[in-house]
């Protein structure tokens, strides 16, 4: 080969290259917007799925248990049963 014909050679590599490349780029565009587009498909899905069990009538969910404060009166009185059971105890 001589000198001549390389750096047309080399040319027609670069510009092969950059086919190549921008290809490239495209398909990975083309892939990104159908990831895209499949992944807003499921969420929509996944949307109307949700509001459908909302909108459904369901078992009503059982009411949470509430803690009832003794009263003073009742502290109080229970107390003194235990000190009376203490003493009797102990006297006997």
């Known amino acids: 080969m001589d000198c001549t014909s390389s750096p047309s050679m080399n040319y027609e590599q670069q510009q092969i290259q950059q086919i190549i ?3 490239i780029a495209q398909q990975k565009e083309k892939e990104r917007l159908e990831l895209l587009s499949i992944q807003k ?3 929509e899905q996944a949307l109307q799925q949700d ?3 909302e909108l459904q ?3 009503e969910p059982e009411p949470e248990l509430e ?3 003794p ?3 009742e502290v109080r009185r229970v ?3 235990r000190f009376e059971k203490k003493n009797r105890k102990q006297t006997t």
């Open 21 to 23: 490349q921008t290809q």
């Open 41 to 43: 498909s499921e969420y």
């Open 51 to 53: 509001l459908q069990k």
């Open 57 to 59: 009538p369901g078992p």
């Open 67 to 69: 803690f009832e404060e």
């Open 71 to 73: 009263s003073l009166e």
């Open 79 to 81: 107390r003194l049963l």
